[in-house]
């Protein structure tokens, strides 16, 4: 079984409309969207709902009336205003950092799992789709993250997938890093923009620090073709294939309106080219 992570430096780089063309493309394999804090692969995907889970990440604080005096050293230390004079704790405030629970002299407080969000297992007619939902305010994201692929890996050896296509998330924090760890490729979709050479470079460093091989896609690469050579001028120097060149087209937009895959929405040159990052994949996994 071989993991393929798509990823991009930032968002709004077309990350995840090249997950949905190759969940089209790709045959025996099980989707994953790892980008928990915005899911939306699932827009494309169109899933049937399996299964929901709770997903319980952290910990809130919460104040016993009954043994609470009102000495108000809780609300001293709280860096974060969680304490109202009532003392009642705001759970959106409340980081779950336990300095209220350890200085309270009267015992009072008390730290309880928290919700923060639901995962799900669903059918989707390119196959199973693993994602999730975390919550408003939520943190834990990479703990989810590593929670959706376990159970992405548990259904490809249960039905003998041999592919775990992975929509990761933007940038470069803990849950990217989480989504890369053990993964066989990455794939990164950048645009020819001054934060997009700017953010590939800082994912590219990611994955060579955990040792990830690296392939790059750039996407509306003819929009500015002074920034697409620098990058492709960038991937030469650290030996990264630039393994496709996706065009500028509005049927693009088009596509997402419909909630369709792009390659199953024209056999035009977006289309071809995301055919050959797939046939390039798959010459890198097999």
């Known amino acids: 079984m071989k993991e393929v992570t798509i990823l991009s430096g930032k968002g709004g780089t077309g990350k995840t409309s090249v997950a949905a063309s190759l969940a ?50 809780c609300r001293e230390v709280c860096r974060f205003e969680a304490i109202s004079s009532e003392y009642k704790i705001d759970p959106i405030s409340c980081d779950g950092c336990r300095f209220c629970y350890n200085i309270c002299p009267a015992d009072a407080i008390t730290m309880q799992q928290s919700l923060s969000g639901h995962w ?55 849950p990217v890093i989480s989504s890369l760890s053990g993964v066989s490729l990455a794939v990164i979709v950048t645009e020819p923009t001054l934060s997009g050479i700017h953010d590939l470079k800082r994912v590219i460093g990611v994955c060579q620090h955990f040792a990830v091989p690296v392939i790059v896609c750039i996407n509306k690469y003819d929009i500015n073709s002074e920034n697409s050579h620098q990058i492709e001028n960038y991937c030469q120097t650290q030996n990264i ?16 309106v419909r909630r369709i895959p792009v390659v199953e929405y024209s056999r035009n040159r977006v289309g071809r080219e995301i055919e050959k990052l797939w046939q390039v994949v798959t010459g890198y996994l097999n």
């Open 241 to 256: 294939e630039v393994a496709a060149r996706i065009p500028f087209d509005t049927l693009v937009t088009r596509a997402l």
């Open 24 to 73: 089209s493309l790709a045959k025996n394999k099980v989707m994953v969207d790892c980008d928990v804090d915005a899911a939306d692969l699932y827009l494309l995907l169109k899933p049937t709902f399996r299964q929901k889970q709770e997903f319980r990440g952290g910990e809130k604080a919460v104040i016993s009336e009954d043994k609470c005096t009102g000495c108000g050293l």
């Open 120 to 174: 799900f297992t669903s059918e989707t007619r390119y196959g199973p789709l693993v994602h999730a939902r975390l919550g408003v305010a939520q943190e834990n994201s990479g703990k989810l993250v590593a929670l959706v692929r376990q159970e992405a890996k548990h259904i490809a050896e249960q039905r003998g997938l041999d592919y775990i296509i992975s929509d990761g998330p933007p940038g470069t924090g803990c």
